[in-house]
């Protein structure tokens, strides 16, 4: 399983310990499936999973300990009644670059302590995750007295305005590539790699309010004291801009302030955004015992609901859920499911035993291993394994092999610069491991099972091989071949000899093996061109062998 | 006690003490086994050891060769036998720059012939430096000295600039005299006349009967032995394969390279999630795409995409060809093939491990390859329950207690991970993540059955069994480490 990318909130104690006992706000954290990251006396870092942005608030945060801790009924959150009072005109030139916009205007708001921060980051973390790094959505807050007039969002390739905390004037273009924030977030508007030509801006009746998503207007910025807002979401995912929309409105009201509705035009088309919506979700309580594999009295369910923030009614034999706006996770009827778990709580939840009479079986691949493995033990070989990333150089150049470019599985970009190609052959790798250690004692007799990659007719072939060395001052052709007889015999493999050109070898000096009309491996004296590639002071033998040509995986069920 | 160290006590016995030239003289002994039962019987207290500086000098393979000849004595017989030789020829030989200084040879129109001195030093034989190096190598330490300072120049020419010798000063064993603890050592051990070393004519003929035997030092040091095994990785993994093994799992392989398609998108993850990016994952350009054959699939994934995340899929996106960056993208093969297959046993139970893949930059605790282990059970009457009860005795027959906490994966819901207290850390670590899959997966991929799935890396639990801190440390192959580290388990 991947981790998921995460985002951290940082809240602080004091601001905690007004609504709850700091261990029992610990407790409901890890309860709740969040993380601590770290704890001082002063602050609490909490990781924040990404499928709940509500949460990224300290107001939304608050909210679901509360719901968890003392099952309070949840709220009905409105919108305040009144008739718009802005407009905001959308213009045709922002289709191509950055086509949606909600907004919303809200009074009564108090920033002061640390809400004003604990406001920002949660603008600020939104765009990153849930808003893809402002390329999805990104949100705007202005102070709303600030503003003169109605508003317009429109598209330029060449503008001036002021930036948030800034002295100077500066040009749209110049902010891109030469504002930290332009840097950071080119990419939001960029299409397909090319640079922007035209920048989304949103403006009133007299200035510019903002270049959009890079950074504000310093004539809009907000401080502790700032008491009525106008915020903006814009971007290119309508659904994700609506969600993050009811997040913020929901939050906002929860906090005590008042959401008025603003007025969009687009062309001769208006809505009044945002919208607060409700969804009800039906549910079978048979198919939620059987997902968490508990019983749960019928009784018991509208509490666990309430206590993860859902309104529920009963009716004809069906549960059915209101799923509060901000609730923008929510897909179905399983996401709930979870929340029952989260409100009975992980640990209340009984371990039960599966029955079965079902003996374990081992995989054909693994035996085959352990047995190979047995063997070069038994002939003194230590084990080494080694990454399946490689290079051109020590896969082919330093044995004096030739490199074939098509038949390499190549990777298109890596963050390690050694790495450009997965191993084609095994020796490289052991040749790597005696080049390592060549200052320890001799004998050095290393051996390695793994996998091996090609590309044939367009296609990624993995098999897997065997390889050993032995390096020591008499080590010598009679040597492995010893060994190479010794393990095709225990092994059962009908086999002959053939000659090879092999140039990793003496030449002379070395054999392939074959069974029926196949070369399955090769096997000598390296040559000391090799040695000397590697950095080897002493003769060193090996052999290497195709053990399973073209894996055939998904096994052990027939 | 050794067969030396029992006669170099008898003699001690009697002496009470002796010199190292005495015993050298009165025991039948090498001077390595006298010098051995010695220092051997000397950590023991049995005798005290009186030291004197010793001086010696050490002759270079080159001293050695010139103690029979020089190079330029050789040098000066090859221009008589020739009468001359072209300066071309010898002009960068040893030989012939000392025989030049020496004074023995001429260079006469480009050719070397032979001076008054160099006849006269050919008719004679007597080489100087030869004369001084035999005398250095034949004589003690008392001597030594004498020599060195009559030659004066001619030493350091000798040892300094032609590095044919070195004199070397050592704590030298002067005399030895015998301890109460060495008196009652050897009086317990006075029949000296047991038997050696067992040979084959000893045991078959039955000459041992009635005989005593020697004997040995067993304490003294004995010959490195270094067992060949498996590599600790492997040896891990194995464990962890027998555990899942006993728990009646079967184990299952698949590919490395895979498309984005069954790595993500099967698995509902969103085409536009971060680690979907190349700064995190290995894309391939050779091959670059992998085709998706199972058309039925593929709209049963596009239209759960479609419907849970955004309007726009692409097929294009989803054929990338990539290094897998989860082995659950093997279980999500398996459950497949499961839905294909008739008239199986079910509560189905299987489990994989194997390598993973992650781009990022090397460090000690960053690696872009790592292994993982993951699991599915399929069946009826399955929930959230019996996953915590596999995953808890899972761990527990690693010795491991663990809490269980909701979480977040896009593929399960529920979504769970467990933890355990690490006690140096001081703080709660993640082993694995986990939870039931969703139905929109198991629908597209034809299961009619419940799944619990989960997935960790091996890492954390090695780290925790080989008391190692850092992902370097644990996939080093020096040979020097892979030989000598100690057992796990």
Known sequence: MVDDILATVKFYNDDIKKHIGYDRFKDLVIALGMDIESSDDASITIDITPNRPDLLDFVGFMRAIKFIDEGEKPREYLLASSAPIKKLKVTERVKGVRPFIEAFEVRGADLSGNRLQYLINFTEKIGDTYGRRRKKLAIGLHDMDAIKGNLEYDATASARFMPLDSELEQDFNDIIKKHPKGIEYAHALAKKGNAAKAYPFLKDQEKILAMVPIINSNATKITEKTKNLFIDITGTDEKAIHDVAGIFTCSFIDSGAKVFNVDIEYGKKKAAKPLLQYRHIAINLNKVLARLGIAIAKNDMPQLLSRMGYGSSYENGKFTVVVPPYRVDVLNWQDVVEDIAIAIGYDAIEPKPIYSMAHGIPSLFTSLKDNISNLMIGMDFFESINTYLTNETNDFEKMQRKLDANSSVRIEYSKTEAYSILRQRLLPSLMQDLSASAHEKMPQKLFEIGSIFKVEHGNAVESTALAIVSEHSKANFAEVKGYVEALLDRMQIEYSFCDSDDPAFIAGRCLGIMTGKRIIGVFGEMHPQVLNNFKLEEPVVAAEITLLEDMKYLEGLE | ?489
């Open chain 2, 1 to 489: 006690m050794h067969e030396y160290e029992i006669k170099l006590l008898a003699y001690l016995r009697e002496h009470g003490n002796a010199t190292l030239e005495d015993i050298r003289n009165s025991l039948s002994l090498g001077n390595d086994q006298i010098v051995w039962a010695i220092e051997s019987l000397a950590e023991r207290n049995a005798i005290r050891v009186e030291r004197t500086k010793q001086v010696e000098c050490i002759l270079s393979d080159e001293g050695k060769e010139c103690l029979k000849e020089f190079p330029e004595e050789r040098f000066i017989k090859a221009v008589a036998k020739k009468g001359r030789l072209s300066v071309k020829e010898c002009s960068d030989g040893i030989g012939f720059i000392w025989a030049k200084k020496n004074g023995w040879i001429l260079i006469d129109d480009g050719f070397v012939v032979l001076s008054e001195k160099g006849n006269e030093m050919l008719s004679n034989g007597n080489y100087g430096y030869r004369e001084l190096l035999n005398a250095l190598s034949n004589a003690n330490t008392a001597d030594i000295d004498s020599i060195l300072s009559k030659a004066g120049q001619d030493a350091d020419t000798l040892s300094k600039k032609r590095k044919l010798f070195e004199i070397k000063s050592y704590n030298g064993i002067k005399s030895v005299a015998m301890t109460d603890i060495g008196m009652k050592l050897s009086s317990s051990d006075s029949n000296i006349d047991g038997i050696s070393t067992l040979t084959r004519d000893i045991i078959a003929n039955g000459w041992w009967k009635g005989k005593m035997f020697r004997p040995y030092n067993v304490d003294a040091p004995s010959v490195k032995v270094y067992p060949a095994r498996l590599h600790p990785v492997h040896e891990f993994i194995n464990n962890i394969r027998d555990i899942w093994l006993r728990m009646g799992f079967i184990e299952g392989t698949g590919p490395i390279i895979d498309s984005a398609f069954w790595d993500f998108d099967v698995l509902f993850s969103p085409q536009d999630h971060p680690t979907r990016e190349m700064q995190d994952t290995f894309f391939l350009s050779n091959p670059k795409d992998i085709d998706i054959d199972d058309i039925e699939l593929l709209s049963k994934v596009r239209r759960m995409h479609k419907k849970a995340w955004s309007r726009t899929w692409s097929e294009k996106l989803a054929k990338q060809a990539l290094l897998r960056t989860h082995t659950t993208v093997v279980s999500a093969h398996y459950m497949q093939k499961l839905a294909g297959m008739k008239n199986m046993q079910y509560p189905m139970k299987i489990f994989s491990i194997g390598k993973v893949f992650r781009n990022e930059s090397l460090d000690y605790k960053h690696l872009a390859e790592l292994y993982q282990y993951d699991g599915i059970i399929v069946g009826e009457g399955i929930g959230l329950s019996h996953l915590i009860y596999t995953l808890k005795e899972f761990y527990a027959q690693l010795g491991m207690k663990v809490r269980i906490k909701p979480a977040y994966f896009p593929f399960v819901e529920p979504g769970l991970e467990v933890h355990y207290f690490d006690k140096k850390l001081n703080d709660w670590i993640e082993l694995c993540g986990g939870g039931v899959i969703r139905d929109e997966i198991t629908g597209a991929l034809g299961i009619k059955k419940n799944v619990l799935a989960w997935g960790g890396g091996l890492d954390r639990l090695m780290f925790n069994k080989l008391e190692i801190k850092t992902l370097s440390e644990l996939y080093r192959n020096e040979i020097d480490w892979l030989r000598s580290r100690k057992n796990m388990w």
